[in-house]
């Protein structure tokens, strides 16, 4: 497989070439050459196969000669060492928790799936690999564990201040040795912009080699495809679901898009998202307005310009029509949301963080007028992890695990600046 930058389809780049550097040269991202199709057989007999052959067999042909057949099973068995259970909520819908990872986020696999490639491309460079990352809230902690002690590698994350929870914070913050963390007086899109600035600056780019690690990365975004097919090898129900993504940057629904042109079977997308209601409009307008990013009680979520876009819109040649018919979305308030978390526990006795919860409310919603059909949401966060809020909703206290306990206490490690680049750059040179 060939990847090609969305700026200029006349390069082409093997998998650990686009890796490595995580977004083309010419600022584009990377896309696959084409779409590998699934065979039949796969589909009817994953309910038989290990998560490592599925996560095997879906990634073999994106990965191609970058990693031996047995290198790629090891970095399989590493990453999909947990588990992601598909759980009936309420009568038409369930939702695949893929919180179970260290982390309590979905962000685990993408993130881990990365650093065990890294971990293998690192013993064949003499330099190290620095990854550069902004983070709204779960991608920063995910990183941040995956790559903690991997050999030949460094992070460096900028993530807004006081704009993500304490789990999330100590989550990117404690680990220390080679993760740096970078606490930027700003929101993410500013956070974003710093790091995009960095890859643009040839001069830094010169000193030491860098790549990313949010869904820019097609490592990340590309893996997280391995979940849906696990879901659907747990769905009992005789139609396709219904789909349900929270989303922020639209990583994870792209990846579920590249799985559906596979083959795995869907009937329909729903991009839940919450405030930050771009996606939502474009679906609706066929206009796509980029909006500074509003703080909202699902902070993942909070993304004013989301990086996939671009990707979806690749995926259909840009025929907005096509996407419409696949595609749906929908914008849920704070208050929706509380709303939600708390009718689904007082109905169903279920405690949705409030990520699912804005999936909750959107399926829900469209589950109401396509009578016959059953859905999931993808249940991308622990509710652990928005003590506050899942409280505030149900009334109930959430007692932190002891693990989280443990996190809690630990002295927090970052680096304070505001949002201007050339004082990153300066802290960023030193640290190299
Ligand atoms: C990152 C995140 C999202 C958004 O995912 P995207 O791939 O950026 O759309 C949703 N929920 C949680 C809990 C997240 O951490």
């Keep these: 497989m060939k990847y090609y930058s969305l700026n200029n389809r006349n390069t082409f780049v093997d998998f650990k070439t686009a890796m490595l550097q995580g977004q083309a040269p010419d600022g584009g991202l990377y896309f696959p050459e084409k779409i590998p199709l699934w065979e039949k057989e796969f589909i009817g007999e994953m309910k038989k196969l290990s998560k490592a052959e599925i996560g095997w067999r879906i990634m073999k042909p994106f990965v191609g000669e970058s990693l031996t057949s047995n290198e790629l099973f090891e970095v399989m068995q590493d990453t999909l060492a947990f588990e992601f259970p598909l759980k009936k909520i309420s009568e038409n819908i369930y939702t695949l928790e893929l919180f179970h990872g260290p982390t309590l986020a979905f ?178 307008t066929g206009i796509f307005n980029a909006k500074p990013s509003i703080p909202t009680l699902s902070n993942a979520m909070d993304v004013g310009v989301p990086s996939n876009f671009i990707r979806i819109l690749e995926l259909f040649n840009n025929e907005y029509e096509n996407i419409k018919w696949q595609i749906s979305s929908s914008s849920v308030s704070d208050e929706e949301t509380l709303h939600t978390i708390r009718r689904v526990y007082a109905q169903h006795g279920y405690v949705l963080d409030p990520h699912s919860a804005v999936a909750f409310a959107s399926l829900d919603d469209y589950l109401q007028h396509s009578i016959g059909e059953k859905g999931m949401i993808l249940g991308t966060a622990h509710p652990i992890k928005f003590p506050d809020v899942v409280e505030k909703a149900t009334n109930i206290p959430i007692s932190p695990s002891e693990s989280i306990q443990k996190l809690l206490g630990l002295e927090k490690k970052s680096i304070p600046i505001s949002i201007d680049y050339q004082l990153f750059k300066k802290f960023l040179e030193k640290l190299l």
């Design 107 to 284: 962000k685990d696999l993408g993130a881990r799936f990365l650093s065990r490639c890294m971990g293998k491309f690192a013993g064949q460079h003499d330099d190290k690999i620095n990854i550069l990352v902004a983070t709204s809230g779960d991608t920063g902690g995910a990183v941040a564990d995956a790559f903690h002690g991997v050999e030949g590698t460094r992070v460096f994350i900028l993530y807004p201040s006081g704009k993500v929870s304490p789990v999330q914070e100590k989550q990117l913050t404690t680990h220390g040795n080679n993760i740096v963390a970078f606490e930027v007086e700003g929101d993410f899109d500013d956070c974003q912009r710093m790091v995009k600035e960095a890859f643009r600056d040839e001069e830094l780019m010169q000193q030491a080699k860098f790549t990313s690690s949010n869904s820019i990365n097609i490592a990340r975004w590309l893996s997280q495809q391995i979940y849906y097919a696990l879901a659907y090898a747990q769905w009992q129900e005789e139609k396709p679901p219904v789909v349900a993504v929270p989303s922020g940057n639209f990583g994870n629904l792209c990846a579920g898009l590249v799985a559906w042109k596979s083959g795995l079977p869907v009937s329909h997308f729903i991009a839940a998202c919450n405030a930050n209601n771009s996606f939502t409009d474009y679906i609706s």
